[in-house]
């Protein structure tokens, strides 16, 4: 695989995009602060004579066994941004970008789901005016960012013959690549109150599916930007099928 530089043009909109996409999520460094402070994440790692793992981390807190994973995330948040310096590479993940600290030390859920009563992409199969708000959001950034990216990227899509975009909304990246590649058979598989409102008349196929459950046959599985999902769920479940058809 041959990637080139990209062109100055391009490089400008991918900057833009970067620069749009570090003022949307700038709250969460703060939020992470804030979990850090409250958590005693420095004393937990003072106590432990300068460096802490996880699960030493964990158990110096009142954190619930089952919010680990999200422990892990804060932790890759604070630094990223230079906040505490990683000496091991841990190895754990989890679902939430950002929980705070309440919803870490209880069992139950994450901060979203505690203050909303369900998670995010439920809730906007729930509330009428959420739906298309946020999904066009996350669509249009995908597309000029796909429309670029796509024509830098030539050999990797031009080496496939199908596409199944798990969970990208209207499905700006494979509308991008659809029209880029028109050999390759793109498809989006969403959840039902997404799809319903997805575009119609172009070559993309819009399935209606949930990632945890089964993934329609294809050649490539493309994801990108789940931050928000329970991606280690997920990549358990690929292994999963992935032994299942080996086997058969
Ligand atoms: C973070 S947004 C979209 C991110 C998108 N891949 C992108 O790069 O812009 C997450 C998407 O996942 C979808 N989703 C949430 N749970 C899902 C599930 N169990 N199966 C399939 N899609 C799901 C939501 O409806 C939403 O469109």
Redesign the pocket.
């Known amino acids: 695989m041959a990637l080139t530089r990209p062109s100055s043009n391009t490089q400008a909109s991918l900057d833009a995009q970067l620069d749009l996409w570090h003022h949307t999520l700038g709250y969460i460094k703060s939020m992470a602060l804030k979990s850090a402070l409250d958590l005693r994440i420095a004393d937990a790692i003072h106590s432990n004579g300068g460096t802490a793992t996880l699960s030493q981390i964990a158990t110096n807190n009142t954190l619930h066994p089952s919010k680990i994973p999200y422990l892990w995330r804060l932790m890759r948040v604070l630094t990223v941004t230079d906040v505490l310096r990683v000496v091991e590479h841990p190895a754990d993940g989890g679902e939430s970008s950002c929980p705070r600290s309440t919803a870490l030390a209880s069992g139950s859920s994450t901060s979203f789901k505690m203050e909303n009563g369900h998670n995010a992409?439920d809730l906007?199969g729930l509330e009428r005016n959420l739906p298309r708000s946020s999904?066009t959001g996350?669509s249009r950034?995908?597309a000029s960012t796909w429309t670029s990216l796509s024509r830098e990227c030539d050999d990797v899509f031009q080496s496939i013959s199908s596409l199944m975009d798990?969970?990208?909304?209207l499905g700006?990246?494979s509308q991008a690549i659809s029209k880029a590649f028109p050999r390759v058979k793109c498809s989006v598989?969403?959840?039902p109150h997404?799809v319903a409102a997805a575009p119609t008349g172009t070559n993309v196929e819009y399935i209606v599916?949930?990632?945890?459950q089964s993934i329609p046959p294809t050649s490539v599985v493309f994801l990108?930007?789940?931050t928000?999902?329970d991606m280690k769920l997920f990549l358990h479940r690929c292994l999963f099928w992935l032994q299942w058809v080996l086997h058969d």
Do not use: E
């Open positions: 992409w906007a999904t996350w950034t995908a798990v969970a990208d909304g700006g990246a598989l969403d959840l997404v599916g949930g990632m945890f990108k930007a789940d928000t999902l």
